[in-house]
T-cell receptor, first 113, second 107 residues
Framework: DVKVTQSSRYLVKRTGEKVFLECVQD?????MFWYRQDPGLGLRLIYF???????EKGDIPEGYSVSREKKERFSLILESASTNQTSMYLC????????????FGQGTRLTVV | DAKTTQPPSMDCAEGRAANLPCNHS???????VYWYRQIHSQGPQYIIH???NNETNEMASLIITEDRKSSTLILPHATLRDTAVYYC????????FGKGTRLHILP
């Protein structure tokens, strides 16, 4: 089975901290995605990557950056965490192209205080 | 923006077929229709996808209209465990979620 693993299930950080959310997949997938999910707003795409060192902005990239140095790992970085970044963060991966499904991790619930 | 429109919620009696509609009138010729569901506090789970032919797997059936402007996900015998938010997605390089349909299974 494909496994997408997010480093933490729950995280509490202070305003202004630099926060790293890590995501690792074990199926050699080309595509990886980061979403945040908030009540009433659904899942919103932050960034995605279709290859190592490649990245594309999603719908809400402001306040975030990403890093993909290795194919299996996609990191989401909050340069200076703010309270409005308190959310559930979900990572996903898929093979390249449109024909294959994406697999999601279990999510990281981040609270910024 | 999401390219799909779904009803915000639906009810279905346990044991009956649940038919979830989705409109995607602006779909392009090479875009696939995907369905996912999300059970509370979990990551979305893939259900099924198709291009233009109807598809069936162990979880569900997908019926796509001939003009590809709409589709229906069918859960043949709904159980309480099928209570979830169901998302219909038109897949391009990005995967953009809409608001989905919250399906309530009634005992």
């Amino acid at each position: 089975d494909v496994k997408v693993t997010q480093s933490s299930r729950y995280l509490v950080k202070r305003t202004g901290e630099k926060v790293f959310l890590e995501c690792v997949q074990d199926m050699d997938h080309e595509n990886m995605f980061w979403y945040r999910q908030d009540p009433g707003l659904g899942l919103r795409l932050i960034y995605f990557s279709y290859d190592v060192k490649m990245k594309e902005k999603g719908d809400i990239p402001e306040g975030y950056s990403v890093s993909r140095e290795k194919k299996e790992r996609f990191s989401l970085i909050l340069e200076s965490a703010s309270t409005n970044q308190t959310s559930m963060y979900l990572c996903a991966s898929s093979l390249g192209g449109y024909r294959t499904e994406a697999f999601f991790g279990q999510g990281t619930r981040l609270t910024v205080v | 923006d999401a390219k799909t429109t779904q009803p915000p919620s639906m009810d279905c009696a346990e044991g009956r077929a649940a038919n979830l509609p989705c409109n995607h009138s602006t779909i392009s010729g090479n875009e696939y229709v995907y369905w996912y569901r999300q059970i509370h506090s979990q990551g979305p789970q893939y259900i099924i996808h198709g291009l233009k032919n109807n598809e069936t797997n162990e979880m569900a059936s997908l019926i796509i209209t001939e003009d590809r402007k709409s589709s229906t996900l069918i859960l043949p015998h709904a159980t309480l465990r099928d209570t979830a938010v169901y998302y219909c997605i038109v897949r391009s390089d990005k995967i953009i979620f809409g608001k989905g349909t919250r399906l309530h299974i009634l005992p």
